[in-house]
């Protein structure tokens, strides 16, 4: 059992950052990777970026690439994201998640475990 809490959420102006965490704790050991996928209302699930547990290898969706930065602590139990130069579009609710085996498209959302989320909000 793998369990996932995310924080860091808030409401910032366009233009502005903010630095969700994601802590995982439980059996740990046989995760693969971690993900940071996100929801608005009316639209459906998308991924954000995800990483590589071992390698540090990191993969970004087009919307975010260049603004939002996916890393992990020394200890690899706790996830980040780096979210620069808001956009209102990027208002949502994000998860984080992690899976146990690699898969062969990152952005596909059959992880084994989510967090509950923790919300995003961006004004103009």
């Known amino acids: 059992q793998v369990q996932l809490v995310e924080s860091g959420g808030g409401s910032v102006q366009a233009g502005g950052s903010l630095r969700l965490s994601c802590v995982r704790s439980?059996?740990?050991?046989?995760?693969?990777?971690m993900a940071w996928f996100r929801q608005a209302p009316g639209k459906e699930r998308e991924a954000v970026a995800a990483i590589i547990i071992a390698r540090g290898s990191t993969y970004y969706a087009d919307s975010v690439q260049g603004r939002f930065t996916i890393s992990q602590d020394n200890g690899k139990t706790t996830l980040y994201l780096q979210m620069n130069s808001l956009k209102p579009e990027d208002t949502a609710m994000y998860y984080c998640a992690a899976r146990s085996r690699p898969a062969t498209y990152w952005w596909h959302g059959d992880y084994n475990y989510w967090g509950q989320g923790t919300q995003v909000t961006v004004s103009s």
């Open positions: 439980g059996y740990t050991g046989s995760t693969n990777t």
